[in-house]
């Protein structure tokens, strides 16, 4: 994490020597000395970060350089203060020696630095000869001397130790023997812990794998790889297999001599080739031209972390990757039993607390056989030994040695991290346990902490995307959401990985978690995350080094100027997301270095002017779930805003469905040209000025339009032509009858993946047909009287339709071979809708389809049986005639139509709620009355941008 820390300053550094930030003298040679130090330090650091867990006085040397290199990361922002004063505060006798006196301060306090630095630097020097020898202690740990007799152990396991085994290896020992006689790849991928190679161990030792492949190898990849010895590796294993002298010299041949005797060794036999443990995509580019394709059936097995190597490598050579998923709760229980209690049951007493821990594994077989061996070692009799490990399971992990082994497989993931991806993963560390993480809020936090650096025609919102998508990629974290067109909604991170980064972060000072009163917090704080209760014995406690300061589940709240009076003048994350805040916080009228600030889902009714104006800096302001309905014009003051969200949904029965509170922006809302998303503005106010002011946002890449005028309609097409990098649009109209005219958009944005269209329209736009992108379509009160589908049917990515009220005729037909991709379709209120007619091969790739609102629909769409991969049919408020068509002891003989779809619903809108039934609860009563399931408030489909 020092090498993560040093890199990190390093880029910070960069804007004082493209001469953004003015240094006075004395200051600029200190600066230039610090960053020579850095990048001399730099050079070793990821060796040292690595073994610093083994090496005390390596840890200790480790901890200074993030300290110091903390300390000079603060001093920097305290400049940038002082610079800032400066300027805009005005010339006055006192603000000018309090900002000299400061100057004076900041120099000698780097000048301090710079000596601590030096210091330091030198004594790198003693650890050199150490870090050789430990590179090379490093390489045969990795190769099998610790981590890897867990590996190793896993390999010599019978199959009576193993459960949940036989299924994957069944389907394994398939692809294996069968498919294209070409060469193909065979990747097996999963978190750390998971299985992978016990699970291709048993494959590669069953009995008819063994018979059908002529020359059969398994080959380890350490972390620390070098192709030349994995290329020995291989080739002396192959020799051996074939029972052949291994040539003289091959000990120094080059890797293209190894790849080419490799080659001649295995041309014209079907062999199998098994890496174990893959890390870097090189290693595989490395190899896989030593293995020839010689169509005699060969395979090649490969395991490893990372998803997009295992599919990169198969899909090259149509084969097949194999995602090893956690054990289920059945098999979990098994082994945790097995483990645990030698082979007897687990006493009653203890169930509800081994359930608990067992929860925590998430079916990861390696957590569960080290966490039930130290089990093992309990007193069944002391349950209070057995519930304190309950509790304190990341205490546990740090410091019983049993589980070392788990943690070190577990922290080789982190350990392999390049180091812009280890603070971005650290920072997973400040959300509760089981909490699902929004991909945009991460982002938007991530950009916000300065993790994410531009890079040439990228945003950071797509560098920031490039990370997410690379730490799932590893198996890091999990998706634990995505939307209906297949975009990650939201994350989460498992239970036992959370605990050890969760200890690493406190650790290495990242941040401090305060979960209860008790309990001390470091020295100095750089981000706190507060769970459940604000730490009031802590009031006095200064904080004027901290970085962000988020709150999660507080049932009350302190306000922070009495809570931290010593202030936090350099904090650039303010998160009060949910939290039972009533006004908007004054104290943040003095965070100058303040970058996201979220009010999201709190009781805030208005934002002053005053205090939002002078927050130069801020990137992202959500205030989306609150009651604030108007913007002050000081927000206009804020040309690095990136991300502003102010809406608030409305539902009060089908009248207003779906609808949304929006804000009134300030009409020269155009000078915000940083702005990526803007949801949702109100634009029947200023005559129109607002919507020719959109047009200026042109790096706008979501934006929502409430109660559009149609007169405006041709400054508004005009302006969304100028949008190119648009990617979700939503325009409401001023009401239901009103008209959206959008027929003067020429060019449409080029890369509209969402659009949502609410009002009349006298026609569909033609350009739609054209927006081959297009993922998300919903249209609401078109009231068009033409069927749409005709124009909707051939767009090649669409996956989510929903028509609410769009069209008027008695017949709706879904056409062979159209809507390929489509997977949700939403119907509602066709008031003039008789028959819905599916025809063969037409939406084959339908998941959910939703009907409601059509009272003279009375039969079930023709065809519906042609759907077979329909996994949820919901009527909503449809007529009981309609219902009884397909109940199963009713008058109706649609009944069997509906059996392949496994969730059949029936919803109604009662009282301000929903009641839902399951197909077997009203199929006892074709009233479709009786046996509710569910009562919900929450809108059917929420209209997002």
Known sequence: MAESAVGFLLERLAPVFENKLKLFTGVQAEVIFLKGQLELIRAFLRAADALEESDEELKVWVKQVRDVVHEAEDLLDELELVQVHNHTNGFSIYLSIRNMKARYRIAHELKSINSRMKTISSNRKRFLSKLD????????????????????????????????????????????????????????????GMGKTTLVKKVYDDTEVRKHFKACVWVTVSQSCKIEELLKDLAQKLFSEIRRPIPEGMESMCSDRLKMIIKELLQGKRYLVVFGDVWHMYEWEAVKYALPNNNCCSRIMITTRRSDLAFTS????????????????????????????????CPSYLIDICKYILRKCEGLPLAIVAISGVLATKDKRRIDEWDMICRTLGAEIHGNGKLDSFKTVLNLSFNDLPYHLKYCF???????????????????????????????????????????????????????????????????????????????????????????????????????????????????????????????????????????????????????????????????????HLRYLSLRNTKVKMVPGHIIGKLHNLETLDLKGTSVRELPVDILKIQKLRHLLVYQFKVKGHAQFHSKHGLKA??????????????????????????????????????????????????????????????????????????????????????????????????????????????????????????????????????????LQVYNGDTLHFMCGKFKKLKVLGIDKFDG???????????????????????????????????????????????????????????????????????????????????????????????????????SHEPRIQWKV
């Open 133 to 192: 020898s430990s590179s090379e202690a490093s390489n045969s740990i990795t190769r099998g001397n610790t981590w890897h007799d867990q590996r190793g152990d896993a390999l010599l396991l019978e199959n009576t130790d193993l459960v949940g085994i036989d299924r994957p290896k069944k389907k394994l020992i398939e692809w294996l023997i069968n498919g294209c006689p070409g060469r193909s790849v065979i990747s097996v991928t999963g978190m750390g």
């Open 314 to 345: 198969s899909v090259e050579s149509n084969g097949k990757a194999y995602n090893l998923q956690p054990l289920k709760e059945d098999e979990a229980w098994d082994l945790f039993c097995r483990n645990t209690f030698r082979g007897d049951s």
């Open 426 to 592: 650290l920072y997973l560390s400040i959300f509760p346990q089981d909490y699902l993480i929004q991909r945009m809020r991460l982002i938007r936090l991530w950009i916000a902490e300065g993790f994410i650096e531009a890079k040439e025609g990228k945003t950071k919102e797509d560098v920031a995307d490039d990370y997410l998508k690379e730490l799932l990629n590893r198996n890091l974290i999990q998706v634990a959401g995505t939307t209906s067109d297949g975009r990650v909604k939201t994350v989460r991170i498992h239970d036992l990985l959370r605990e050890i980064i969760v200890l690493k972060s406190k650790d290495q000072n990242f941040a401090s978690i305060v979960k209860e009163q008790s309990g001390a917090w470091p020295e100095k704080i750089r981000r706190l995350s507060v769970h459940g209760i604000l730490p009031y014995w802590q009031q006095h406690r200064s904080v004027s080094q901290l970085r962000s300061l988020l709150i999660f589940g507080v049932g009350e709240l302190v306000s922070l100027g009495k809570l931290f009076p010593s202030g936090f003048k350099l904090l650039s994350v303010l998160d009060y997301q949910d939290a039972p805040l009533k006004k908007f916080p004054l104290v943040v009228i003095d965070l100058y």
């Open 666 to 803: 300030p009409t020269e809302i155009g000078n915000l040209k940083s702005l990526q998303k803007l949801c949702f503005v109100e634009a029947n106010q200023d005559r129109g000025m607002i919507i020719r002011q959109l047009g200026e946002l042109t790096q706008l890449r979501r934006l929502g339009i409430l109660k559009l005028r149609e007169e405006d309609a041709m400054d508004f097409c005009l302006s969304i032509e100028r949008l190119t990098n648009l990617h979700a649009l939503s325009v409401a109209s001023e009401g239901e009858n009103k008209v959206i005219d959008l027929t003067f958009l020429c060019s449409p944005p080029p890369f509209l993946q969402r659009l949502y269209l609410s009002g009349r329209l006298q026609e569909l736009p033609s350009w739609i047909q054209s927006l081959h992108g297009l993922a998300r379509l919903f249209l609401k009160w078109s009231c068009l009287n033409y069927d749409p589908l005709v124009y909707l049917q051939d767009l090649p990515n669409l996956a989510h339709l929903e028509l």
């Open 833 to 935: 809708l008789k028959q819905v007619t599916v025809e063969k091969d037409a939406m084959p790739c339908l998941e959910r389809l939703s009907i409601g609102r059509c009272e003279l629909l009375k039969k079930i769409p023709s065809g519906i049986e042609n759907l077979t991969k329909l996994k949820v049919l919901e009527f909503f408020d449809m007529p009981d005639e309609l219902m009884k068509t397909i109940c199963p002891h009713g008058p109706g003989k649609d009944h069997c139509k509906v059996l392949h779809i496994p969730d059949v619903y029936s919803t109604y809108w009662r009282d301000g709620g929903w009641d839902v039934y399951a197909l077997d609860s009203f199929s006892r009563d074709c009233s479709a009355r009786s046996g509710t399931v569910m009562r």
